[in-house]
Every structure is written in structure tokens, then in C-alpha cells.
């Protein structure tokens, strides 16, 4: 008999409906991946597994009994425990108290849960230290630490939201070892991914999601990977070209080098050249620690690593949101560093930030505003606003862009994240001067359409002669985009790779801090 | 002479200090857990009246402690309602709360006692203690206290245990913090937050019930005079520890009594100005050490799930 069994369920969120008569069984001790892209529903499914959502429709049975969790704790109650993407994990208290959280009787007593991570740490080698505090911890160690706090109850289910996006390879394979053991010991597993290669490596069987639909369950001894690529984006894979090569990664193989006729420009002289850059956290935690990098005209470097290493405050150095302790930030002879985000755009430099909702767009303005957010004067008659001549040109930005909105007057929010996307791209790429741009995760979140275009702007930026500084947590997006790959790790620059030479090992190699391979 | 006036200033020191000491251990607790109650002051001086008039009407001032709690607890649990489940703005609501604290209390107390009245209302007695009577200096102000002086002290002995070591406490802490985190390792941050209000009423009632029949032994129109503000900033001051908010709560006690001793040693200093020194001070203490110490990262920001 199957521990869980889902059918008819329906999750509607306002008018979208996120998940459309979902039916499912999922067998005692085995690794069930769900496939999907982007928005096709597979975190849904398991928010509603682990009662962080209820279903609009349709029913669950767990060992046969009825199943519907008003709340985590019910569902944790019923042996139910579950791995968010985001981790849960209260930040300034240590490994032990973590885990005592919600399961402790009265009176802490840190001594058993001690003992119990020791059963733990001999039974599945999950070994971390009680002690140390969370937000000291790396991101491998905190997920290690949230798959010690869901088998400390026995679970009977295990689910696992997109667990690998934030690991580095070496930690991808360990989680996966973690999860056969799982499933070796009579537990089920539900993992989400949209990697296929992780799927071939732990799969039992694969359930494909598109758009809130289950496309088909397949076990996975003989599948065919390239049907199941087929059914997670619906089309050939083909057409969506070297993303997908990209993105399926099928046995962790460098994928082929985008064929692109004109090729890179040879890179010119220096656009963009830092000089031991120096960051200190407001805590005083050195997060950049003297990180040299020059990015030359019609160059795209990629800068890959485990998140946490310092390219997230990169970025907001490189726009203007966080001051430098030290060093040289130097673009087309201006000097930048610590300067406001007014005088580096005034420097020539466009920026894509990491964080879209809070720092690129402003969500309840209309797109046209958007569009022009930094360019209010230029619309402006005596000090009143032209609203007519700004939505013409608006029109014909998003025309140029594929921008597709109903109208430049609806607001950014009701954009998918792609459109909003190609938005701040539009704006920031019609910067006039423009010499450099500078892409953090610019495809964080997007689905594969609106990346090959996020992609294609990169590259033809490029081609008219911008340097680019592409920042991204997706090693096969560096290998398909970039000219040029620098690796951080711990706020430095520790190796280099020119295009031709990237091998994901080497690059994994020295994201997890081994030197030059 | 000297010393005389010594103890004298130090005992009043420590009585000026018992109210915010209850006051701001129990806020502590509450914005651990991420619930800031602006409604302290109203807390407090609704207990103040409260307790005065139930023990004026009985004869014991333990019921009149009683009843003050008791009241303060319904502030709090209406201020629980708003600030949780309802998910107001917490600042509004305090705000709200201390202008109608003020407002009923001395309506009820013009009504009830008259304009004027200055008489006694039944209060606790000072504790003698000779075993402390004896620790040269602070001996005899320390030994000459009433029994909710000394409750005061022990408040904060129980509230760091409970911090400290107590699933509750724990649960307070992750809920204040990361109440998405707490809420996903099966914490109800919603009963978790209102047990910490609650708990704030609690100590809020016995500070602001301390003032009339421990203390003053009458009612006077907003007799807290703020002490539930001070209460707040102590716990900023403390940086949400519950040590360090007992050492601020003292220091402004302290501060309020240098009103009594400047004149008794003749010093030309304005009175008005002594009487403003512990706002001034508090206005310091904001100020110098509100972007330095760290607040807990969910407070005044209400909780609400989603994926």
C-alpha cells in the first residue's frame, strides 16, 4: 500500500490556478522527484503535503488514514516533515537549540538532543556541531542541520523543495547519498528539482509537472531523459537551444558552447577594474577580502560560487547600495567606489540587481514608470509631466525589448517575472552613456523563454561593446554566457577559466575552495 | 548626616525603580517574542487606579494588587487581539491604549474618590529585614522595602530562567526572531506571542499596582508620569537582556530620586530640571545605543503565513 496518496488536488491563488487535479501515489521507501519548470507548481504540491496551504479541492490519505493538515505541526505530528528552499532556522541560536525548537518538553534538555545527533551523525553521517551558531554556519551546514531537525522525530515522509539549488557539487552528491539512506531505512522521499541530472543519480520514479498538471509519472530504470525534458517544457528540446542543454545537464557534462555566429569580440581595453576591494558586514565581518577582477569592453566574465561568498554584496557595491571598506572600483576612468547609485549611472554603468522586487522595480507604479524611474526629467514640460510623449517612448522601448504588457499603464506587478525582467533589462540597457552592466542573477526565477532572451540581450550587450559582470548561482548559466569565468570564494578571487576551458569539476573545485586544478 | 541622606536616596532610588523594573522585564519578554506594547504606561496606570480603588473598597491591598493585574491583563489581551490576530499597526494601538488609560482613569477618579482627595488608601506595610539591614550603606535601604520591592527582583531571576532555559522561553526567542522558522518547526506564534503579552500585562499590573498601594498609598491623575515609556527604553537601553534592562530600570530610578537628594545636600540646581533628568537620560540612551544593540529581527512585525 502507498504512505501517501493524493487525489483530485486543486490549489487556486486568486485567479491563477496553481495547481489543477493533481492525483499521486507515492510508495513506502522510495525517492519520488518532482520535475518542473519554474511556476509549474512543484512547490505547491508540497506546501500542501506539509499543511502550509490547504487544497480548494481533493483529498490526501497517509498510511491509509484521512490527511489534511491544517499546519505544519499537524502534518510534523503525523510523520510528515519537510526541507524549504528557504531554510528555516532561527539565525542567531545555536545547532542544539535549533533543533530543540518545538519538540522539547518543558525544561530544555540540550544533553538529549545531543545524544540523538550523535545516533544521527553514525546512522546517515550527518555530523555538525551543537554548538555553533546558525548564521556562522555555511549553506551546505544549514541544510545539514534542517535534515538532522526533520529525522530527529522518524519521519515517515521526507520532502525536499529545490534542496540542491543553493549546494555546491560535492555537497549535491552528499545530499543525494543522505537521501538514498533515507529511503534504504523504509522512509519516502519527495525531492523537487528541476535538474535532471540529480534526478538519473536518486530517482526511483519522476513525476512531471507543467503548469499545475501532472504530465506523467515514470520510473525511472530505462526512462528516456529526453522525453522527460520534452514533457517538462512542453516543446522540443530543440528550440529552447542552449539553455536547456544548459539547465538539464544530463550526467553533470559540460554543455556546448552556444553557437554564435559572430562570436565574442576580442576583449578590448579595461571597463570596469577593481582593486583590492575590501567589504566589512555592518557586524564587521569581512565579506569581500581584497578581490582584484577587470572586465574589458565586449567581454562577459562570469563570477561563479557558492552563495555567501561575497557576490552578493559585489553586487550591491557595484551599485551603490553598500560602501566599500577599501579599495578601487574604476569604471572608463571614473572612480565608483562608494559613490551614490545617481553618480554610477551617471559613469555609464547599468545594473540588473539580484533582488528584482525590492531593488529593480517598484511594483505598484505602471511599466511606463518603471521604465523611465530614473529619467523623470526628461519627460517633464515646466516641472509637468508629459505622460503622453513618456508612454510613446515606453511603447516603443517594450516593443524593442518584447516587453509584453497589455499597455505601458498597467502596473509592473501584474508582469510575470520574465516580462519584469526584460523591463529593468530595457531600462537599464538605454542608458545613455552606457559602458558597462553589471547582471546578478538575472535569470533567477524566470521560466526558459524569458531566459534564452534574458541570455540573448547579455550577449548582444556584449556585442556592441559593453563589459559585462554576470553574478550567478547557476554554473551552467556561466558556462553558456560567459567569455570568461572567475570563481569567489570567501570574498576572493581564487582561479580563473577562459570559454573552451570550463569543466564544471574545475569549477566546482575551486568554488568549494581547493586552489587552481 | 551624609549617610543618612545616602540611604535615604538610595531607597528611594530602588522604590522609584520597582515599577519599571516590573514593567520593562515584562515588556522584555513580550518583544523577545516580537510584540512591542507601546500600551505599557496605560497598562500600568489603569492597574495604579485599579488597585488603589479595590483596595480602598475591601480593605487589602493584596486584592487590590490582584485586581490591577487583573485589569492589565485585559489591556493586554485586547492589546493581544489587535497586535496578533488582527495584525494592527502595535504603535497605534499602544498609543491609542495610554491616551484611553489616561483619559478613564482620571474620570473614574475625579467620579469615584473626588476632585481632591487626598486620603490614605490601605497599603503594604515596609518589610524590616535585619539580616540585610546590616551591609553598611545600601543595608538599611535595601532592608527597608516592601514585599513587591523584592517580587520585582525576583521577576527577573524567573524571567531570564525562563528565557534561558525553558522550551517557552525558546519558543519566544525563535518566534521573535524568525517567526516563519518557528512557526515550520510547529510553534503557534500566535499563542506564543499572546502568552508574552499576557505575561507583559501581568508585570505591568504589578508595577503600576506597586505605585499606588505600595508606594504612594494614594491616587494621583497620571500617576505613572511615563514610567511605561522609561519602562520601553529600558529594555532598548538592556539591549533585551534581561540583566542589563534591571541595570537601566535602576539607573533611572536613580536618576528620578536625585530629585530628593539634590535639595536635602543644598545644591542650587532647578528641581524642574532634576525632574526632567531620567527622559533626558532615556532620550540618551535611545539615541546612543538604539542602532548598536540588536533588536529582534520580527519586532512590531506581525506574523502572517504564506509559502
Same mark, same amino acid.
Not at chain 1, 53 to 74: C, I, Q, S
Not at chain 1, 475 to 499: C, H, Q, T, W
Not at chain 2, 45 to 55: D, G, Q, V, Y
Given at each position: 500500500?502507498?504512505?501517501?496518496?493524493? #487525489?483530485?488536488?486543486?490549489?487556486?491563488?486568486?485567479?491563477?490556478?496553481?495547481?489543477?487535479?493533481?492525483?499521486?501515489?507515492?510508495?513506502r521507501? /522510495?525517492?519520488?522527484?518532482?520535475?518542473?519548470?519554474?511556476?509549474?507548481?512543484?512547490?505547491?504540491?508540497?506546501?500542501?503535503?506539509?499543511?502550509?496551504?490547504?487544497?480548494?479541492?481533493?483529498? =490526501?490519505?497517509?498510511?491509509?488514514?484521512?490527511?489534511d493538515p491544517?499546519?505544519?505541526?499537524?502534518?510534523?505530528?503525523?510523520?510528515?516533515? =519537510?526541507?524549504?528552499?528557504?531554510?528555516?532556522?532561527?539565525?542567531?541560536?545555536?545547532v542544539a /537549540?535549533?533543533?530543540?525548537?518545538?519538540?522539547?518538553s518543558?525544561?530544555?534538555?540540550?544533553?538529549d538532543?545531543?545524544?540523538?545527533?550523535?545516533?544521527?551523525?553514525?546512522?546517515?553521517?550527518? /555530523?555538525?556541531?551543537?554548538?555553533?551558531?546558525?548564521?556562522?554556519? #555555511?549553506?551546505?551546514?544549514?541544510?545539514?542541520?534542517?535534515?538532522?531537525?526533520?529525522?530527529?522525530?522518524?519521519?515517515?515522509?521526507?520532502?525536499?523543495d529545490?534542496?540542491?539549488?543553493?549546494?555546491?557539487?560535492?555537497?549535491?552528491?552528499?545530499?543525494?547519498?543522505?537521501c538514498?539512506?533515507?529511503?534504504?531505512?523504509?522512509?519516502?522521499?519527495?525531492?523537487?528539482?528541476?535538474?535532471?541530472g540529480?534526478?538519473?543519480?536518486?530517482?526511483?520514479?519522476?513525476?512531471v509537472?507543467?503548469?499545475?498538471?501532472?504530465?506523467?509519472?515514470?520510473?525511472?530504470?530505462?526512462?528516456?531523459?529526453?522525453?522527460?525534458?520534452?514533457?517538462?517544457?512542453?516543446?522540443?528540446?530543440?528550440?529552447?537551444?542552449?539553455?536547456?542543454a544548459?539547465?538539464?545537464?544530463?550526467?553533470?557534462?559540460?554543455?556546448?558552447?552556444? #553557437?554564435?555566429?559572430a562570436?565574442?569580440?576580442?576583449? $578590448?581595453?579595461?571597463?570596469?577594474?577593481?582593486?583590492?576591494?575590501?567589504?566589512?558586514?555592518?557586524?564587521?565581518?569581512?565579506?569581500?577580502?581584497?578581490?582584484s577582477?577587470?572586465?574589458?569592453?565586449?567581454?562577459?566574465?562570469g563570477?561563479?560560487?557558492?552563495?555567501?561568498?561575497?557576490?552578493?554584496?559585489?553586487?550591491?557595491?557595484?551599485?551603490?547600495?553598500?560602501?566599500?571598506?577599501?579599495?578601487?572600483?574604476?569604471? $572608463?576612468?571614473?572612480?565608483v567606489?562608494?559613490?551614490?547609485?545617481?553618480?554610477?549611472?551617471?559613469?555609464?554603468?547599468?545594473?540588473?540587481?539580484?533582488?528584482?522586487?525590492?531593488?529593480?522595480?517598484?511594483?505598484?507604479?505602471?511599466v511606463?514608470?518603471?521604465?523611465?524611474?530614473?529619467?523623470?526629467?526628461?519627460? #517633464?514640460?515646466?516641472?509637468?509631466?508629459?505622460?503622453?510623449?513618456?508612454r510613446?517612448a515606453?511603447?516603443?522601448?517594450?516593443?524593442?525589448?518584447?516587453?509584453?504588457?497589455?499597455?505601458?499603464?498597467?502596473?509592473?506587478?501584474?508582469?510575470?517575472?520574465g516580462?519584469?525582467?526584460?523591463?529593468?533589462?530595457?531600462?537599464?540597457l538605454?542608458?545613455?552613456?552606457?559602458?558597462?552592466?553589471?547582471?546578478?542573477?538575472?535569470?533567477?526565477?524566470?521560466?526558459?523563454?524569458?531566459?534564452?532572451?534574458?541570455?540573448?540581450?547579455?550577449?548582444?550587450?556584449?556585442?556592441?561593446?559593453?563589459?559585462?559582470?554576470?553574478?550567478?548561482?547557476?554554473?551552467?548559466?556561466?558556462?553558456a554566457?560567459?567569455?570568461?569565468?572567475?570563481?569567489?570564494?570567501?570574498?576572493?578571487?581564487? $582561479?580563473?577559466?577562459?570559454?573552451?576551458?570550463?569543466?564544471?569539476?574545475?569549477?566546482?573545485?575551486?568554488?568549494?575552495?581547493?586552489?587552481?586544478? | 548626616?551624609?549617610?543618612?541622606?545616602?540611604?535615604?536616596?538610595?531607597?528611594?532610588?530602588?522604590?522609584?525603580?520597582?515599577?519599571?523594573?516590573?514593567?520593562?522585564?515584562?515588556?522584555?519578554?513580550s518583544?523577545?517574542?516580537?510584540?512591542?506594547?507601546?500600551?505599557?504606561?496605560?497598562m500600568?496606570?489603569?492597574?495604579?487606579?485599579?488597585a !488603589?480603588?479595590?483596595?480602598?473598597?475591601?480593605g487589602?491591598?493584596?486584592?487590590?494588587?490582584?485586581?490591577?493585574?487583573?485589569?492589565?491583563?485585559?489591556?493586554?489581551?485586547?492589546?493581544?487581539?489587535?497586535? *496578533?490576530?488582527?495584525? &494592527?499597526?502595535?504603535?497605534?494601538?499602544?498609543?491609542?491604549?495610554?491616551?484611553? &488609560?489616561?483619559g478613564?482613569t482620571?474620570?473614574?477618579?475625579?467620579?469615584?474618590?473626588?476632585?481632591l482627595?487626598?486620603?490614605p488608601?490601605?497599603?503594604? !506595610?515596609?518589610?524590616?529585614?535585619?539580616?540585610?539591614?546590616?551591609?553598611?550603606?545600601?543595608? %538599611?535601604?535595601?532592608?527597608?522595602?516592601?514585599?513587591?520591592?523584592?517580587?520585582? +527582583?525576583?521577576?527577573?531571576?524567573?524571567?531570564?530562567l525562563?528565557?534561558?532555559?525553558?522550551?517557552?522561553?525558546? !519558543? *519566544?526567542r525563535?518566534?521573535?526572531?524568525?517567526?516563519?522558522?518557528?512557526?515550520?518547526?510547529?510553534?503557534?506564534?500566535?499563542?506564543?506571542?499572546?502568552?508574552?503579552?499576557?505575561? &507583559?500585562?501581568?508585570?505591568?499590573?504589578l508595577?503600576?499596582?506597586?505605585?499606588?498601594?505600595a508606594?504612594?498609598?494614594?491616587?494621583?491623575?497620571?500617576m505613572?508620569?511615563?514610567?511605561?515609556?522609561?519602562? +520601553?527604553?529600558?529594555v532598548?537601553?538592556?539591549?533585551?537582556?534581561?540583566?542589563?534592562?534591571? !541595570?537601566?530600570?535602576?539607573?533611572f530610578?536613580?536618576?528620578?530620586?536625585?530629585?530628593?537628594?539634590?535639595?536635602?545636600?543644598?545644591?542650587?540646581?532647578?528641581?524642574?530640571?532634576?525632574?526632567?533628568? %531620567?527622559?533626558?537620560? &532615556?532620550?540618551?540612551?535611545?539615541?546612543?545605543? *538604539?542602532?548598536?544593540?540588536?533588536?529582534?529581527?520580527?519586532?512590531? +512585525? %506581525?506574523?502572517?503565513?504564506?509559502?
Amino acid at each position: 500500500m502507498a504512505l501517501l496518496e493524493l #487525489s483530485g488536488l486543486t490549489k487556486r491563488f486568486g485567479a491563477f490556478t496553481a495547481l489543477d487535479d493533481i492525483s499521486l501515489l507515492i510508495e513506502r521507501g /522510495e525517492v519520488h522527484c518532482l520535475l518542473g519548470e519554474n511556476g509549474a507548481g512543484k512547490s505547491t504540491l508540497c506546501n500542501l503535503v506539509f499543511g502550509v496551504h490547504r487544497p480548494d479541492a481533493g483529498t =490526501m490519505t497517509l498510511g491509509g488514514e484521512p490527511f489534511d493538515p491544517r499546519g505544519p505541526a499537524e502534518a510534523l505530528q503525523r510523520g510528515v516533515v =519537510m526541507v524549504h528552499q528557504h531554510f528555516s532556522l532561527v539565525p542567531n541560536m545555536s545547532v542544539a /537549540e535549533n533543533l530543540m525548537l518545538g519538540r522539547a518538553s518543558a525544561v530544555l534538555k540540550p544533553q538529549d538532543i545531543i545524544v540523538r545527533m550523535e545516533q544521527l551523525a553514525a546512522e546517515y553521517g550527518l /555530523e555538525i556541531d551543537p554548538e555553533a551558531r546558525i548564521d556562522e554556519l #555555511s549553506v551546505g551546514e544549514r541544510q545539514r542541520v534542517e535534515i538532522i531537525k526533520c529525522l530527529l522525530g522518524d519521519p515517515q515522509l521526507l520532502v525536499l523543495d529545490e534542496p540542491t539549488a543553493v549546494l555546491q557539487p560535492g555537497e549535491i552528491d552528499a545530499l543525494l547519498a543522505i537521501c538514498r539512506q533515507v529511503a534504504l531505512r523504509g522512509k519516502s522521499v519527495i525531492l523537487v528539482t528541476h535538474k535532471l541530472g540529480e534526478i538519473s543519480r536518486v530517482a526511483d520514479r519522476t513525476t512531471v509537472l507543467r503548469q499545475g498538471r501532472i504530465i506523467e509519472t515514470v520510473t525511472m530504470e530505462g526512462a528516456d531523459i529526453r522525453s522527460l525534458v520534452r514533457s517538462m517544457v512542453g516543446r522540443d528540446v530543440q528550440s529552447a537551444g542552449s539553455v536547456l542543454a544548459a539547465a538539464v545537464d544530463i550526467e553533470g557534462k559540460t554543455p556546448a558552447k552556444p #553557437s554564435d555566429a559572430a562570436g565574442p569580440v576580442s576583449p $578590448g581595453e579595461a571597463v570596469l577594474q577593481i582593486s583590492d576591494l575590501v567589504y566589512r558586514d555592518p557586524h564587521g565581518v569581512p565579506r569581500l577580502d581584497g578581490l582584484s577582477l577587470t572586465v574589458g569592453t565586449g567581454e562577459i566574465v562570469g563570477i561563479a560560487g557558492v552563495e555567501g561568498n561575497g557576490q552578493t554584496e559585489l553586487g550591491l557595491i557595484l551599485a551603490g547600495l553598500a560602501a566599500p571598506s577599501a579599495g578601487a572600483i574604476v569604471v $572608463g576612468g571614473t572612480q565608483v567606489g562608494g559613490c551614490t547609485p545617481q553618480e554610477i549611472t551617471d559613469a555609464g554603468v547599468g545594473i540588473v540587481p539580484e533582488d528584482r522586487h525590492a531593488v529593480a522595480c517598484i511594483k505598484e507604479l505602471s511599466v511606463a514608470e518603471n521604465l523611465f524611474l530614473g529619467a523623470i526629467g526628461k519627460f #517633464s514640460r515646466f516641472g509637468l509631466l508629459d505622460k503622453s510623449a513618456r508612454r510613446k517612448a515606453a511603447e516603443a522601448m517594450m516593443r524593442d525589448f518584447d516587453v509584453r504588457a497589455s499597455s505601458p499603464d498597467v502596473s509592473m506587478a501584474s508582469l510575470s517575472g520574465g516580462n519584469q525582467q526584460k523591463a529593468v533589462l530595457a531600462r537599464e540597457l538605454s542608458l545613455d552613456p552606457l559602458v558597462f552592466l553589471l547582471a546578478a542573477q538575472p535569470t533567477r526565477g524566470l521560466d526558459v523563454g524569458a531566459i534564452e532572451a534574458v541570455y540573448n540581450r547579455i550577449r548582444a550587450a556584449r556585442d556592441d561593446g559593453l563589459g559585462v559582470l554576470l553574478i550567478s548561482s547557476e554554473l551552467e548559466e556561466l558556462m553558456a554566457v560567459s567569455d570568461r569565468i572567475a570563481v569567489i570564494y570567501r570574498g576572493k578571487l581564487v $582561479g580563473e577559466l577562459a570559454a573552451g576551458a570550463f569543466s564544471r569539476e574545475a569549477i566546482g573545485a575551486m568554488m568549494s575552495g581547493h586552489a587552481h586544478v | 548626616m551624609i549617610d543618612e541622606q545616602m540611604a535615604v536616596f538610595i531607597g528611594s532610588g530602588l522604590r522609584l525603580a520597582v515599577p519599571i523594573i516590573f514593567a520593562a522585564t515584562g515588556e522584555m519578554l513580550s518583544e523577545r517574542a516580537g510584540v512591542l506594547n507601546l500600551s505599557l504606561d496605560g497598562m500600568m496606570l489603569m492597574s495604579a487606579f485599579t488597585a !488603589a480603588l479595590a483596595s480602598w473598597a475591601t480593605g487589602s491591598p493584596l486584592l487590590g494588587v490582584a485586581a490591577g493585574v487583573l485589569v492589565a491583563m485585559a489591556v493586554a489581551a485586547v492589546q493581544a487581539v489587535l497586535s *496578533v490576530t488582527l495584525r &494592527a499597526n502595535q504603535l497605534v494601538v499602544g498609543i491609542g491604549f495610554n491616551i484611553l &488609560a489616561l483619559g478613564s482613569t482620571t474620570f473614574l477618579y475625579r467620579e469615584i474618590f473626588g476632585p481632591l482627595s487626598r486620603d490614605p488608601i490601605p497599603g503594604f !506595610a515596609q518589610l524590616n529585614l535585619p539580616w540585610l539591614a546590616h551591609i553598611p550603606v545600601i543595608g %538599611p535601604a535595601l532592608a527597608n522595602q516592601t514585599g513587591l520591592a523584592y517580587v520585582s +527582583i525576583l521577576m527577573v531571576v524567573v524571567t531570564w530562567l525562563i528565557l534561558k532555559y525553558t522550551s517557552f522561553g525558546l !519558543a *519566544v526567542r525563535a518566534v521573535g526572531e524568525d517567526p516563519r522558522a518557528a512557526d515550520k518547526a510547529g510553534i503557534s506564534v500566535a499563542k506564543t506571542r499572546y502568552l508574552g503579552v499576557l505575561y &507583559a500585562g501581568i508585570l505591568a499590573g504589578l508595577g503600576g499596582a506597586f505605585m499606588s498601594v505600595a508606594d504612594s498609598n494614594t491616587f494621583t491623575e497620571n500617576m505613572t508620569k511615563g514610567a511605561g515609556y522609561l519602562a +520601553i527604553t529600558a529594555v532598548i537601553f538592556g539591549g533585551w537582556n534581561p540583566w542589563y534592562t534591571l !541595570a537601566a530600570c535602576l539607573l533611572f530610578g536613580f536618576a528620578t530620586a536625585l530629585q530628593f537628594l539634590v535639595p536635602a545636600l543644598q545644591l542650587d540646581v532647578p528641581v524642574a530640571l532634576l525632574l526632567l533628568l %531620567p527622559y533626558l537620560l &532615556a532620550l540618551v540612551a535611545i539615541a546612543g545605543f *538604539v542602532g548598536k544593540s540588536r533588536q529582534p529581527s520580527a519586532l512590531t +512585525i %506581525p506574523f502572517e503565513r504564506g509559502g
